[in-house]
């Protein structure tokens, strides 16, 4: 977009910004997508679908406090949490194309 505008953007500063991003914890990488996403919570896991690339945050507070437990049972108190599920989604399942 911004070359089309006539812009030159070097790819050491499109890296900087999202360092910036993230840093603020603005955005996070999402291992299995091989990307980054925008943090709409801080204890969420993140589905991601491999097949149309469909990314979920669902809140799990069960699960989190059993990672805070079984972190705190061996000596650690959980500060950042990164948990992640690929799988393939319900409407790719159903074969429901994305559009
Ligand atoms: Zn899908």
Do not use: W
Request: aromatic letters at 8%; glycine letters at 12%.
């Amino acid at each position: 977009m911004l070359r089309s505008e006539g812009y030159l953007v070097s790819p050491s500063l499109v890296f900087r910004a999202i360092r910036r991003l993230v840093d603020q914890g603005s955005i996070r990488k999402v291992l299995v997508a091989g990307g980054y996403a925008l943090v709409r919570e801080d204890r969420a896991i993140t589905l991601f679908c491999g097949q149309c690339g469909g990314l979920y945050d669902i809140p799990c507070v069960e699960a989190f406090d059993a990672l805070d437990h079984a972190a705190a049972a061996n000596g650690l108190a959980a500060s950042r949490y990164i948990v992640e599920i690929e799988g393939r989604c319900s409407r790719c399942a159903e074969g429901i194309t994305p559009g």
